[in-house]
T-cell receptor, first 107, second 117 residues
Framework: RKEVEQDPGPFNVPEGATVAFNCTYSNSASQSFFWYRQDCRKEPKLLMSVYSSGNEDGRFTAQLNRASQYISLLIRDSKLSDSATYLCVVKRNMLTFGGGTRLMVKP | NAGVMQNPRHLVRRRGQEARLRCSPMKGHSHVYWYRQLPEEGLKFMVYLQKENIIDESGMPKERFSAEFPKEGPSILRIQQVVRGDSAAYFC???????????????FGPGTRLTVL
C-alpha cells in the first residue's frame, strides 16, 4: 500500500465548477501536510499547508482529519488556469508525495 | 533572490555513461533534497544533505547513485553507468536552516530531465 494515496483522475470540469480532491495517508506519525501543484513538465509548487482547523486561501480550502488520516482540497469557481496536477504531500522527516490528481478545467 | 537553480535542464546520456546533475539552493538555504519523478509517477525522495553531510539517503538506490553537497559550490547528484530505467526528472529542493519556529518549506528547482538512450 502506498504511503499517500490519491485518485489519479483526471477530473474534467467546466469553468466555474467546484471540485474536491481527497487524499489518505497511512503513517499516523506524519507531522505536516501540504497540497502542491505541478504543471506539466514543471516543478511542484506549494499551494497551501493543511491544518486540522481547516484553512482557506481565496478559492482554495484545505482540511485535515488526523483521526481518519484524510486530507482534502476544495477548489471553488474553477478557472482554466487551475488545470494542473495536485499533489498531496505529508511530512514526517522527508516529504512523501502522493501520485497526484490531474484536473482539467474546460471552457 | 534567485530560486533554486538546477543544471543542466536536459541531459541525454547513452547507456553506461555517467550523469552529473547540479543544484544550487536558494540563498541562505543550507538543506538540500533530491527527488526523482519517473514518467507518469509521483515524486520519490532520494537523499537529504546539509553542507558536507549526508543526513538521510534512505531513498537512494544502493548502487551507481551518489550525492554530495560540498562546503563550496552546488550539490551534485551523480549517476554512474546509467541505464534506461534512470530516465526521469530529477528535482532538487532546498530549505532554510532548522531553527526553532523557522519556515522549513521546501522550494523546488525546475528539475533536470535525464534521458538515457
Amino acid at each position: 500500500r502506498k504511503e499517500v494515496e490519491q485518485d489519479p483522475g483526471p477530473f474534467n470540469v467546466p469553468e466555474g465548477a467546484t471540485v474536491a480532491f481527497n487524499c489518505t495517508y497511512s503513517n499516523s506519525a506524519s507531522q505536516s501536510f501540504f497540497w502542491y501543484r505541478q504543471d506539466c513538465r514543471k516543478e511542484p509548487k506549494l499551494l497551501m499547508s493543511v491544518y486540522s482547523s481547516g484553512n482557506e486561501d481565496g478559492r482554495f480550502t484545505a482540511q485535515l482529519n488526523r483521526a481518519s488520516q484524510y486530507i482534502s482540497l476544495l477548489i471553488r469557481d474553477s478557472k482554466l488556469s487551475d488545470s494542473a496536477t495536485y499533489l498531496c504531500v505529508v511530512k514526517r522527516n522527508m516529504l512523501t508525495f502522493g501520485g497526484g490528481t490531474r484536473l482539467m478545467v474546460k471552457p | 533572490n534567485a530560486g533554486v537553480m538546477q543544471n543542466p535542464r536536459h541531459l541525454v546520456r547513452r547507456r553506461g555513461q555517467e550523469a552529473r546533475l547540479r543544484c544550487s539552493p536558494m540563498k541562505g538555504h543550507s538543506h538540500v533534497y533530491w527527488y526523482r519523478q519517473l514518467p507518469e509517477e509521483g515524486l520519490k525522495f532520494m537523499v537529504y544533505l546539509q553542507k558536507e553531510n549526508i543526513i538521510d539517503e534512505s531513498g537512494m538506490p544502493k548502487e551507481r547513485f551518489s550525492a554530495e553537497f560540498p562546503k563550496e559550490g552546488p550539490s551534485i547528484l551523480r549517476i554512474q553507468q546509467v541505464v534506461r530505467g534512470d530516465s526521469a526528472a530529477y528535482f532538487c529542493a532546498s530549505s532554510p536552516p532548522r531553527e526553532q519556529g523557522a519556515d522549513d518549506t521546501q522550494y523546488f528547482g525546475p528539475g533536470t530531465r535525464l534521458t538515457v538512450l
